[in-house]
């Protein structure tokens, strides 16, 4: 049972945007600190897509953004495209574990 | 830009010592602040993050795993290493090493492309 709850998968067809929650508590997100999200193609390495407030690495789209608010964070995808067909993760602190703590992952399938 | 290479043997006998390199390429291991990671993945499963360490002080591990893991550094080789104690099949993941910024509250990236490690007799 991971610290951070992600839904295990989430659809959507070309062109629409989805949204993939990733829910905390009070010793994570809920603390205030930052949510990192990563891409993981399949049979690939994870990928990182978005750190700090907001901010996405060289040569990630701005179709991925994420927004935070209490224990929860979401990682929002505009125009899905089918190369986006991917797992995704959350990852955040956690300072009653003291440690770097990942959600489940979810699953996206582009219809 | 940098890159991290995993290596190591993929089947560990049960209670023996998992031993993994990362090498890195494209940059300096002991320039700037990072902290060399490593991050396990159990088949089909998530992420676990096992720990990490900087060149000029002592490694930091997870709390869940720190009784059985060593992680060092060899600045002269460019390479960090992973030392996994009385694994058992629990213990079979894809093993990733990772850059990592800002540790333990930060993120990880680049990763290296991952080595599949089994335990079995």
């Known amino acids: 049972q991971s610290v951070l709850t992600q839904p295990p998968s989430v659809s959507g067809a070309p062109g629409q945007r989805v949204t993939i929650s990733c829910t905390g508590s009070s010793s994570n997100i809920g603390a205030g600190y930052d949510v990192y999200w990563y891409q993981q193609l399949p049979g690939t390495a994870p990928k990182l897509l978005i750190y700090g407030d907001n901010n996405r690495p060289s040569g990630v789209p701005d179709r991925f953004s994420d927004s935070k608010s209490g224990t929860s964070a979401s990682l929002a995808i505009a125009g899905l495209q089918a190369e986006d067909e991917a797992d995704y993760y959350c990852q955040s602190y956690d300072n009653i574990l003291i440690d770097s703590v990942f959600g489940g992952g979810t699953k996206l399938t582009v219809l | 830009q940098v890159q991290l290479q995993e290596s190591g043997p993929g089947l560990v006998k049960p209670s023996q010592t998992l031993s993994l390199t990362c090498t890195v390429s494209g940059g300096s291991i002991s320039s700037g602040g990072y902290y060399w990671s490593w991050i396990r993945q159990h088949p089909g499963k998530g992420l676990e993050w096992i720990g990490f360490i900087h060149y000029s002080e002592n490694p930091y591990y997870s709390p869940s795993l720190r009784s059985r893991v060593t992680i060092s550094v060899d600045t002269s080789k460019n390479q960090f290493s992973l030392k996994l104690s009385s694994v058992t099949a629990a213990d079979t993941a894809i093993y990733y090493c990772?850059?990592?910024?800002?540790?333990?509250?930060?993120?990880?990236?680049?990763w290296g492309q991952g080595t599949l490690v089994t335990v079995s007799s």
């Open positions: 990772a850059r990592g910024y800002q540790l333990p509250k930060g993120w990880f990236d680049p």
